[in-house]
C-alpha cells in the first residue's frame, strides 16, 4: 500500500471508512483512507487492541490494494463491522500509520495519547 505523506506540523491523521460486509462476501473487509488534521476536532473511534503475531494474517481491501493485517486485527474488524456506529471513521495505529516510515511512526506514536483522547469513543478488544 502506498501512503500520502502526513504534514506533521499540521497534526494530520488517517482516518478509515469501513464498509460493513457485503451478504455474498462476509470475509471481505474493504477499508478506505483519508487524511484530517486533528487541529480540526474530527469525529472519529479509536481502537485499541492487541496486535497478536503475524500466524494466519488476514487480508483486507485498502484504498482498492490488498493490505495484510495481523489475525486479531482481521477479527476486530469483522467485529466491529457488526455494529453500524462502528462503520463511520475509525482510527487503528497498524493501519493508519504508515509502520514502514520510521520517521512518521515515530510521531505518530508521539501523539498517540491526542488521538486517543480525541476519539469520540475508544473500543478495546482483547480478542
Avoid at 462476501?25 to 481502537?47: F, G, M
Avoid at 503475531?53 to 482481521?74: A, S, Y
Wanted: with cysteine.
Amino acid at each position: 500500500h502506498r501512503y500520502k505523506p502526513l504534514e506533521e506540523s499540521s497534526q494530520e491523521i488517517r482516518l478509515l471508512s469501513v464498509s460493513i460486509p457485503s451478504e455474498t462476501h462476509p470475509e471481505k473487509i474493504v477499508c478506505t483512507s483519508r487524511t484530517v488534521s486533528l487541529q480540526d476536532n474530527p469525529y472519529y473511534w479509536a481502537l485499541s487492541y492487541v496486535w497478536g503475531g503475524w500466524e494466519n494474517p488476514h487480508t483486507i481491501v485498502l484504498d482498492r490494494r490488498t493490505f495484510q493485517v495481523t489475525r486479531n486485527l482481521g477479527e476486530a474488524l469483522h467485529q466491529l463491522c457488526q455494529h453500524e456506529e462502528s462503520a463511520g471513521s475509525l482510527w487503528i495505529d497498524a493501519i493508519c500509520i504508515n509502520q514502514e516510515d520510521n520517521t512518521e511512526k515515530s510521531w505518530q506514536v508521539a501523539m498517540m495519547g491526542r488521538i486517543y483522547t480525541q476519539a469520540y469513543a475508544v473500543h478495546a478488544w482483547l480478542g
